[in-house]
């Protein structure tokens, strides 16, 4: 039985860390929203009065803002006054990380780049996530996730040869986000170990390596550039339909173990004797024969037969869920990888336990400028804070 934990028990590892952000979209919020609930405090630097670009003009409505960044904190000030950089000179000081995913040079050129916050906190952990990196041709270059994934070769990669094609979902931006908090995490333990500052960079051009790398392994070994089915021979994979309408998938690797456990399965131990099929290599060769033959078998009876029969006979598979399978798949659920919203949004957990317990994701998503008053007075008087209100040089909700 599953011990419940109440949340006031919750091990956050970065409880006392507070971090400012200063960025918008997705790799750097899904960032921060990680280090957010591993205990974090997040301060989200964003403009006056619409807030960062992700609200969408909804405020706090837009769900993939709330995904990414419910629990932290608003001040909305305007960096295009000199007022609104002291503002958040003043401020660096009182935090552990500045965090920015600006073009190359733009936060310095405000007078806050990595240099000048170091000068105000010595022992800053400052980052910078970028499209391409802090140089090179392709710098100051706009990025989104379509360009991480076209630059990145994961547009080659997960398409048919000679026919790429956009992917149904973000990859690009989400590996970027986790390769930053990776590398925040990184930097804070170099921190606690020397005391000296710690510069972390990374970009989107650089975490699609993270996802490219078996496909860079295989232009070696093919010698030429793999597409979406070079991988299938040499992983034997199926994707197969069911008499019932549904998919499962299977991956048998190179192991004989699975490759008997399927065969079993499907009540062809023919195959294990058969030439083309009986060892790794020569079932590579063959591989798109075995696929066809794999795939009339599936179609000959249900789901919940194969279901049965591969689970008994060891064969590593799974089914083909939508998003809405695998939020409700009764794996996720005993995972608890979910937390719902009160109107049903699914936000996700962190992808760690610690001490046996998920970190949950507590609070809401801020309404522009909902915490401005308050972060601005850990410097300021009230007068002054009062004067910037009025001088529309930060907006705070009333």
């Known amino acids: 039985m599953k011990t419940v934990w109440r949340q006031d028990m919750q091990h956050k590892p970065l409880d006392g860390i507070r971090i400012l952000e200063i960025g918008g979209y997705i790799s750097l919020p899904f960032a921060t929203s990680i280090l957010c609930a591993l205990g974090a405090e997040v301060v989200k630097v964003e403009k006056p009065v619409v807030g960062e670009d992700f609200r969408r003009l ?6 993939y803002f709330r995904q990414y960044n419910t629990g932290k904190r608003s001040l909305s000030v305007d960096l295009k006054k000199p007022e609104g950089i002291a503002l958040v000179k003043a401020l660096v000081p009182h935090f552990d990380v500045v965090l920015e995913n600006l073009r190359p040079g733009k936060l310095a050129a405000m007078g806050l780049g990595p240099e000048e916050c170091r000068a105000l906190r010595s022992d800053l952990v400052y980052g910078s996530v970028t499209g391409f990196g802090g140089g090179g041709p392709l710098a100051n270059r706009p990025a989104y996730d379509t360009i991480g994934h076209a630059f990145g070769g994961l547009y080659s990669l997960f398409g048919d040869a000679g026919h790429p094609q956009l992917a149904g979902g973000l990859s690009a931006d989400l590996v970027t986000g986790l390769s930053t908090a990776t590398g925040v995490l990184a930097a804070l333990v170099g921190r606690l170990k020397t005391g000296a500052p710690q510069r972390v960079e990374t970009s989107i051009m650089e975490a699609v390596s993270c996802l490219t790398i078996d496909g860079i392994t295989q232009a070696f070994e093919l010698g030429a550039d793999p597409s979406r089915q070079s991988r299938h021979p040499q992983a034997q994979n199926f994707c197969v339909k069911t008499s019932t309408g549904e998919f499962l998938a299977i991956h048998l690797s190179s192991s004989q173990k699975f490759w008997h456990a399927l065969c079993t399965a499907m009540d062809r131990l023919d195959l294990t004797e058969d030439p083309r099929f009986a060892e790794y290599r020569p079932r590579e060769s063959n591989y798109f024969e075995l696929a066809e033959i794999v795939e009339a078998e599936f179609e000959r009876k249900s789901v919940q037969h194969w279901e049965q029969a591969l689970t008994a006979a060891d ?12 939020l409700g798949h009764e794996q996720v659920e005993w995972l608890e990888m979910v937390e719902r919203q009160p109107d049903g949004l699914a936000l996700m957990r962190p992808p760690w336990k610690f001490d046996g317990e998920r970190p ?10 909902a915490h401005s008053r308050a972060v601005a007075a850990e410097v300021y008087s009230p007068e002054q804070i009062e004067e910037l209100v009025q001088n529309k040089v930060i907006h705070a909700e009333q």
């Open 315 to 326: 064969v590593p598979f799974a089914p083909v869920l939508s998003m809405s399978g695998y």
């Open 360 to 369: 949950d994701r507590p609070g809401t998503a801020p309404r522009v400028g």
């Open 58 to 63: 909804q405020n706090d409505g837009s769900p």
